[in-house]
């Protein structure tokens, strides 16, 4: 019986220290979007202002992008939402927006990126969404 036990916990062992190396030697996973080549979105809080920024980037020179940056507030377990910038980019261009905006303390804060990807007729071919890591402040 104390055989068994030891084995298994050996082999538990041994399973755990495998599964976590394995887990290092592959990179993060993220979505694959087909229109859309990047989009992320950055929050940084200095001295009482949010700085906010948000990208997004069509996979060809034809399609046109646009973004939309919202930075939001975490109040009572729900994210409200404090200002917004967007931009439209030229065809193949990144549209890129954002801005700053003073922040209360005792808060948690966040920024949505919000992508739209169309083609030259202004057909939609894709929407994709980020978020920035959350700050508290």
């Known amino acids: 019986m104390q055989k068994r036990l030891t084995g298994l ?16 030697i592959l990179p993060p996973i993220s979505p ?5 080549s990047l989009i992320s979105a950055g929050l940084s809080i200095k001295n009482g202002v949010a700085g ?8 060809s020179s034809t399609k046109i992008a646009t973004v939309s940056v919202r930075l939001q507030q ?15 980019a030229s065809p193949g261009s990144t549209a890129a927006a954002g801005g700053s ?3 209360t303390k005792g808060y948690s804060y966040r920024v949505m990126v919000y992508g739209t990807v169309k083609d030259a007729n202004g057909n939609v071919l894709e929407r994709t969404s980020c978020a920035s890591n959350t700050e508290t402040y």
């Open 52 to 59: 906010c920024d948000g990208l997004v980037s069509p996979n």
């Open 74 to 88: 975490l109040v009572d377990g729900r994210w409200k939402q404090l200002a917004s910038w967007s931009e439209t």
């Open 101 to 103: 905006k003073a922040v």
């Open 32 to 36: 694959y979007y087909s229109d859309t």
């Open 9 to 24: 916990i050996l082999a538990f062992l041994i399973l755990s220290v495998s599964v976590s190396a394995f887990a290092q």
